[in-house]
């Protein structure tokens, strides 16, 4: 039997959807704005402890 899809990482997490990686690109840039703009709490998932 194979695995579940999801293994949780939580550095695998931040490294793929942190803020660091969506300030680098235009696309992801434009993400942080679209959530900004609509008053996100948590702008991108919390960093990898």
Partial sequence: MSKRTYQP???KR???HGFLVR?????GSKV???R????RAQ???K???
């Avoid at 900004?36 to 008053?39: D, I, L, M, S, V």
């Fill in 9 to 11: 990482s939580k550095r």
């Fill in 14 to 16: 931040a490294t793929t």
């Fill in 23 to 27: 300030s680098e690109t235009a696309s």
């Fill in 32 to 34: 942080l704005l679209a």
């Fill in 36 to 39: 900004r703009r609509k008053g």
């Fill in 43 to 45: 702008l991108t998932v």
């Fill in 47 to 49: 960093k990898a402890q």
